[in-house]
């Protein structure tokens, strides 16, 4: 998540545009949520129709199912659109996606958008190549949002086949903040939204399961789970983050604009049961904790990592217990002037991070790597020191890829982009690229062919982040950071997410103002 105040502009072009690149997815309470139609205003002169939804190259679709397949990416259903980070261990790595331009030679973008509105989409999930739900009105400080739904759109159309509004936030009074939607290994539909959590039947949106969960010493209406992992078994694990009491600012605003957003109670971490929704434990955090949680297998034990303001923490559960791993940290992670981190992320023997993602700072950034076998083992580098930037701050979180000891990171206050190597413990410095992001990047394609894509945002300095209202996509060469395509400008994406893999090459792109685009990269003819 981040920091900068977010604003809406006009709505997207309906229609599908082609743009020339770079060289270098009927039930209940559907009709009262209709979702609106917009209005398709002129294509730009610089642009050509398409005419229609894209299906990408459909040749590639029973092989990408049958490599999602053999992922075993327990506890997560099979599928290309995984969980929001494609694992628990939260890599941005989705290795079974396809990339469908020239790795070598021009390129051009084909979008299209859907003609419908999702207000403020947060994430995107499937279940094969014929289901697809999105998840979102969990921004409230966004005019649009009025709480938490789901939604089933038809791949290719984006036309909605159900909507289940979970919580209407304008009638209970309580905070509206992101949550998230994922499918688990048995297919079930599990979503979490403020102090709530729903298992929702994928043909009609009906709620199978649904249970509230605990808010330590915040009160229910200023208490919001920010997203959850879950372990290899399927038991979720899930924290709280907490508004001040008696503010009703509303979405990531509550961290900016209420009287006193640090004086807040700490988090709780809770574990749940997948099929039944219960709680099977729960412990208080030592502060709150605005990162998301990351889980992983190490040793044979279960592992819980989050990012505190000033120190890293690792947790273990087992027996339906939590306890706090002092054999491994708190770790200290920053240096003199640096802000928190949003999330870590696991490759190899390390965790992972980036600092500046608290506030902005004139101190720049670090990529921090602790060895999860002992925590005095500590990497630092500053890949963007020497860029003369004013400020930093990057509120998003690592990719990283395993196979080729690789750590991408970023930061919008220097706008550089970079691929970092970790290796033997060390840190260093591969390739640097100007991009400007706030968002995540996603990795995709086979190790020896990766594609990073990420955003660009088209402001000259620190303080464009606080207006801007147009973001492009850029697809890069992953080992040498070349830009092999990139899109038109659209309106800009829902902070705080990454640019998901679909079926058959196509990305999806899910804009502020509610709508899904649906991309597809094809070598220039």
Same mark, same amino acid.
């Given at each position: 998540m981040n920091g900068v105040r977010r604003f809406r502009w006009v709505a997207l072009v309906a229609a599908?545009?082609?743009?020339l690149a770079a060289c270098t997815s009927s039930a209940s309470n559907q009709a009262s949520t209709r979702p609106r139609a917009t209005p398709t205003p002129s294509v730009p002169a610089n642009v050509q129709a398409a005419n229609g939804p894209l299906v990408g190259n459909p040749s590639l679709v029973s092989g990408e199912q049958s490599c999602a397949?053999?992922?075993?990416?327990?506890?997560?259903?099979?599928?290309? @659109?995984?969980?929001?980070?494609?694992?628990?261990?939260?890599?941005?790595l989705y290795a079974c996606a396809h990339f469908t331009g020239a790795m070598s030679g021009p390129n051009q973008v084909f979008a299209y958008s859907s003609p419908q509105d999702y207000p403020t989409p947060y994430n995107i999930v499937g279940r094969g190549p014929n289901e697809l739900f999105i998840y979102g009105g969990g921004y409230g400080d966004n005019p649009a949002a009025s709480g938490s739904f789901v939604a089933r759109v038809e791949p290719g159309t984006f036309n909605q086949v159900w909507r289940r509004v979970l919580i209407n936030t304008h009638a209970t009074g309580e905070w509206d903040y992101p949550g998230v939607l994922n499918v688990a290994a048995d297919g079930s539909l599990v979503v979490i939204y403020g102090y709530h959590i729903a298992k929702l039947d994928p043909a009609t949106g009906d709620v199978l399961a649904q249970a509230t969960l605990p808010t330590g010493a915040s009160a229910p209406r200023d208490?919001?789970?920010?997203?959850?992992? @879950?372990?290899?078994?399927?038991t979720i694990i899930a924290k709280t983050v907490n508004r001040e009491k008696g503010c009703t600012e509303q979405g990531f605003s509550a961290f900016l604009n209420c009287p006193h957003p640090a004086q807040v109670p700490p988090s709780v971490m809770v574990a749940i049961n997948p099929k039944t929704l219960k709680v099977l434990a729960q412990i208080t955090l030592p502060e709150m904790i605005g990162g998301r949680i990351t889980t992983t297998t190490y040793q044979g034990k279960n592992m819980i990592y989050l990012p505190g303001a000033t120190k890293l923490y690792r947790y273990t559960y087992q027996h339906h217990s939590f306890a706090p791993d002092h054999t491994w940290g708190p770790v200290p992670y920053l240096k003199s002037g640096q802000t928190a981190a949003s999330a870590m992320a696991v490759i190899g023997g390390y965790v992972v991070a980036m600092t500046n993602g608290g506030a902005p700072t004139p101190t720049p950034m670090s990529v921090v790597a602790v060895s999860q076998a002992d925590a005095t083992k500590v990497a630092n580098l500053q890949p963007f020191a020497s860029s003369g930037a004013k400020q930093s701050f990057i509120p998003s979180m690592v990719t990283v890829d395993p196979q080729n000891h690789r750590i991408y990171v970023m930061d919008a206050g220097a706008g550089k982009l970079a691929g970092v190597?970790?290796?033997?413990?060390?840190?260093?410095?591969?390739?640097?690229?100007?991009?400007?992001?706030?968002?995540f990047t996603t990795l995709i394609g086979p190790k020896n062919q990766r594609v990073l894509i990420g955003t660009n945002i088209p402001v000259k300095v620190f303080q464009g982040l606080k207006r801007y209202t147009t973001e492009q996509v850029i697809w890069r060469n992953a080992q040498t950071g070349k830009e092999l395509a990139s899109s038109s400008q659209f309106p800009k994406m829902t902070q705080g997410i990454l640019v998901t893999p679909g079926y058959a090459g196509l990305q999806y792109f899910l804009t502020s103002d509610g709508h899904i685009i649906a991309l597809q990269v094809t070598p220039k003819q």
């Open positions: 599908v545009v082609v743009v397949t053999a992922e075993n990416n327990a506890p997560w259903y099979p599928t290309i @659109a995984a969980f929001e980070v494609h694992d628990s261990n939260r890599t941005h208490t919001s789970y920010n997203g959850y992992d @879950a372990l290899p078994d399927g190597n970790l290796q033997n413990g060390k840190l260093s410095l591969a390739w640097t690229q100007d991009q400007t992001t706030l968002s």
